[in-house]
């Protein structure tokens, strides 16, 4: 089994990793991330579960989190759009109903972000 999400290295030192599959969105969702990461996913249409590893960085300014956004946008049907919306908050707010599928959660407290889907400028994958 090769790695369970992409990882990337984005200004600021910060790590973003995104999900391959729907049973890796949910670890990473729910098991992996903080209460203090930062969570994105696109809106509206299927797409990686993202997280922005914050820890004991300190607070990511907006630069990082439209470029974690960027990455969530980029690893969705959304890749080939232009400007699309993304929901990011902070991963305690995020929850998985009770029965729900895999990969499929709950959120509050979201902000939206519109950014152009990309990924690191150097595509640093680590």
Known sequence: MGARWHEYKIAGGWTVLAGRTDADNDYLSLKLARPVDWWFHVRGMPGSHVVLQVG???????????????????????????????????????????????????????????????????????
Do not use: C, M, Q, Y
């Open 56 to 126: 004991d960085g300190g607070e990511p300014d907006r630069a990082a989190l439209e470029a974690a956004a960027a990455v969530a946008a980029w690893h969705s049907k959304a890749r080939g759009g232009g400007v699309v919306p993304v929901t990011g908050t902070l991963a305690v707010n995020v929850t998985k109903p009770r029965g729900a599928e895999r990969g499929t959660v709950s959120i509050r407290k979201e902000r939206v972000f519109k950014v152009r889907p990309a990924i690191p400028a150097d595509e640093e994958e680590v």
